[in-house]
């Protein structure tokens, strides 16, 4: 079994393709909604669908607060926008089958076909591959025995999964599923793609040159809220 953390805020319209596409995993599951407190209907449509967590606002707290109540070995963290492959729990369970893995995630894609997306997929599979660095949309998984010893997630404004698999080395293997995940491009038409490469390129070479993580959340929420 696989305990399923999803932290969500306002995301009800997205619920139920999530629990259709989950429904269609073969294999058992636990599937826990880590709520930073929802004004819309998120918690009516997950009713009876999921276990209801209620939770600070924040996602690494969601995430922490949602996976206090997984009750099997392996937790997979997932983005309620991001559609996994078929099969893919099988894939998790495979891998943590091993013994030898601390956890991983999957590489990744859009749910759309242009060069930008492209271009932004290929960088964040190059960096998985190379260095076993993951965010958030790429469906980290992780054993609860490591993610428990590592202190779950650091209590961040930003790069929280990066974060986690990077900490997560030290607990064993960590692998790379080439499978890929799909994830909404709304952002991309939200933002447009100068705002969407101010984020996903400039903020994270930022951080992987040692600007903190609070420091670049002003200027996250600036750009976001652009």
Not at 34 to 42: F, L, M, N, P, Y
Not at 102 to 120: Q, V
Request: with cysteine.
């Amino acid at each position: 079994m696989i305990s399923i953390v999803v932290p969500v805020l306002n995301e009800a319209p997205r619920l139920p393709a999530m629990f259709e596409m989950l429904d269609a995993q073969p294999g058992e599951k636990q599937i826990i909604l880590a709520d930073g407190g929802s004004t819309d209907e998120t918690r009516g449509v997950a009713e009876g669908r999921a276990l209801i967590v209620e939770s600070e606002p924040g996602r690494a707290r969601q995430m922490n607060a949602g996976a206090a109540h997984a009750t099997s070995e392996t937790i997979l963290f997932l983005h309620c926008d991001t559609k996994l492959p078929p099969g893919a729990l099988r894939e998790i369970e495979d891998v943590m089958r091993a013994g030898d893995a601390a956890g991983g995630g999957f590489l990744h894609s859009f749910d759309r076909d242009d060069s930008f997306s492209r271009f932004i997929s290929f960088s964040a599979n190059t960096r998985a591959k190379m260095s076993k660095l993951f965010f958030g949309d790429q469906c980290i998984f992780i054993r609860r025995e490591a993610f428990e010893r590592m202190g779950g997630y650091a209590d961040m404004p930003l790069f929280e999964d990066w974060d986690l698999s990077r900490r997560m080395r030290a607990f064993g293997r960590v692998a790379v599923i080439e499978t890929p995940v799909v994830t909404s491009g709304r952002r991309i038409d939200l933002w447009g793609k100068p705002k969407c490469l101010v984020i996903w390129w400039g903020l994270s070479i930022l951080f992987a040159l040692g600007v903190s993580a609070e420091r670049l959340a002003r200027y996250y929420a600036h750009v976001r809220d652009a």
